[in-house]
């Protein structure tokens, strides 16, 4: 199977950064993409950005131009740098990886915890 696990979640004020992480392991060979998805209080879960194992990155709307995702392979890694950070985006962040194992697979991680206080 896969795991992921996040970090980097916590408490920043409006205007502030943080950055997330999350590493994968398992069975990652069949790697297609990975990304980070959110759900705030009393909101839907919802897409933050994706970064394909080849292609483009894709970003929400609402973090285009203050949010950065990026991948280090060597350690099946990917990032979430956050920057301009506003109250809206206070949800819990969930790293997501789809891999081909003869089947599209979806795999979510636990979550982390984005606060951003006004």
Known sequence: QVQLVESGGGLVQSG???RLRCTASG????M???GWHRQG?????????TIPRS????YADSVKGRFTISRDDAKNTVYLQMNSLKPEDTAVY???????LGYVANYWGKGTLVTVSS
């Open 16 to 18: 502030g950064s943080l």
């Open 27 to 30: 069975r990652i060979a069949g």
């Open 32 to 34: 297609i993409a990975m």
């Open 41 to 49: 209080p009393g909101k839907q879960r919802e897409l933050v950005a």
């Open 55 to 58: 292609g483009s990155t894709n």
């Open 94 to 100: 969930y790293c997501n990886a789809r891999i081909d």
